[in-house]
Nanobody, 124 residues
Framework: QVQLVESGGGLVQAGGSLRLSCAAS????????MGWFRQAPGKEREFVAT????????RYTNSVKGRFTISRDNAKNTVYLQMNSLKPEDTAVYYC?????????????????WGPGTQVTVSS
């Protein structure tokens, strides 16, 4: 099973940008689809974005389309989430997740490995 560690979270003003990274280790990264999720206080974990192993396919939740970009560097076993035009409602703990099957999915129950999360706080 792959181990995941997120980094890059922090405090940013509304309209600002952050780039999250997710480093994978402990197992082959090969063939894994990867996803980003987030969880705000008192809310359920929600899907943000996912990317296929070849990076040829991506999928986003509607609220981040045009603002967030998911990408990956398989040589570095790393997935990224570039977040631009951040809004206070983007405030949450952001989690990276790995899925051993290649089909892109949005349900958190379909992912096999999770990182501990990184806090993103957007001030108004």
């Amino acid at each position: 099973q792959v181990q995941l560690v997120e980094s890059g979270g922090g405090l940013v003003q509304a309209g600002g940008s952050l780039r999250l990274s997710c480093a994978a280790s402990g197992s082959s990264f090969s063939g894994y689809a990867m996803g980003w999720f987030r969880q705000a206080p008192g809310k359920e974990r929600e899907f943000v974005a996912t990317i296929s192993w070849t990076a040829g396919s991506t999928r986003y939740t509607n609220s981040v389309k045009g603002r967030f970009t998911i990408s990956r560097d398989n040589a570095k076993n790393t997935v990224y989430l570039q977040m631009n035009s951040l809004k206070p409602e983007d405030t949450a703990v952001y989690y990276c997740a790995a899925r051993t099957l290649p089909v892109l999915t949005a349900g958190p129950e379909t992912y096999d490995s999770w990182g501990p999360g990184t806090q993103v706080t957007v001030s108004s």
